[in-house]
């Protein structure tokens, strides 16, 4: 094994699970949920303008993710990134799944059917 190779090989393993920078900041994205859910219904007025639910839940994730890029993540990785569709892929799964059936009963409570 010559020289670049090793080099290539230990900067393989020695590369960071970018996963695991969004799990320890899991609870920046929590709070991010709740700051969203506020920020929508200031920036439409009300979420009942939001046209559905599945709106509301879309646009949540959206604004976590914009959050979470550009408050931890934009001076080290690039938004075009492999790495970064990683991390935000599993925002938006986290946050589906955490919490995307109390924002539809939010939706709902708020707004009616």
């Given at each position: 094994m010559n020289l670049q190779e090793t080099i290539r090989r230990i900067l393989r393993e020695e590369k960071p699970n970018p996963i695991n920078?969004?799990?320890r900041r899991l609870d920046v994205v929590d709070w991010l949920?709740?700051?969203?859910?506020?920020?929508t219904g200031r920036q439409y007025g009300n979420i009942c303008k939001v046209r559905t639910p599945e709106n509301?839940?879309?646009?949540?994730?959206?604004?976590?993710?914009?959050?979470?890029?550009?408050?931890h993540f934009a001076d080290i990785i690039d938004d075009d990134s492999e790495e970064w569709e990683e991390m935000y892929r599993f925002i938006s799964i986290y946050v589906e799944h955490k919490f995307g059936d109390k924002?539809?009963?939010h939706y709902h409570t708020q707004c009616g059917d």
């Open positions: 920078s969004i799990k949920v709740e700051f969203s859910v506020r920020e509301l839940v879309e646009i949540v994730i959206e604004k976590v993710g914009d959050g979470m890029y550009w408050d924002l539809r009963q």
